[in-house]
């Protein structure tokens, strides 16, 4: 089970660090991402991470501005997001790969476990 948090209301240029704590499962088993889905869009992947944690990577548009990490000893993924804009207003989820994915993909399909999602509202 996968529980996001964090997200809020705030001013263009504003930050936020959203949080997704996993419980049932051996947390450092799972290649971990952030996908958002804005109001009339598609999902989209945002950020990923490697099981060790060695190893991240983010879409282009978020590049500089979204730093995404986890601590495995608290079964806990963050995405720290600085000088929001208004085009990162969505829902944030947090996904865990499937075990037998290639580390890096970015398929949601592939995905086996999904948080709730957080609402990230970033107003002008």
């Known amino acids: 089970q996968l529980q996001a948090s964090g997200g809020g209301l705030v001013q263009a240029g504003d930050s936020l660090r959203l949080s997704c704590v996993a419980s049932?499962?051996?947390?450092?088993?799972?290649?971990m991402a952030w996908f958002r889905q804005a109001l009339g869009k598609e999902r989209e992947f945002v950020a990923d991470?490697?099981?060790?944690?060695?190893?991240?990577s983010v879409i282009d548009s978020v590049k500089g501005r979204f730093t995404v990490s986890r601590d495995n000893a608290k079964n806990t993924m963050y995405l720290q997001m600085i000088s929001l804009k208004p085009e990162d207003t969505a829902v944030y989820y947090c996904?865990?790969?499937?075990?037998?994915?290639?580390?890096?993909?970015?398929?949601?399909?592939?995905?086996?476990?999904w948080g709730q999602g957080t609402l990230v509202t970033v107003s002008s």
């Open positions: 049932g499962r051996t947390f450092s088993h799972y290649d």
């Open positions: 991470i490697s099981r060790s944690g060695g190893s991240t």
């Open positions: 996904a865990a790969l499937n075990r037998y994915r290639i580390s890096g993909t970015r398929d949601q399909r592939a995905f086996d476990y």
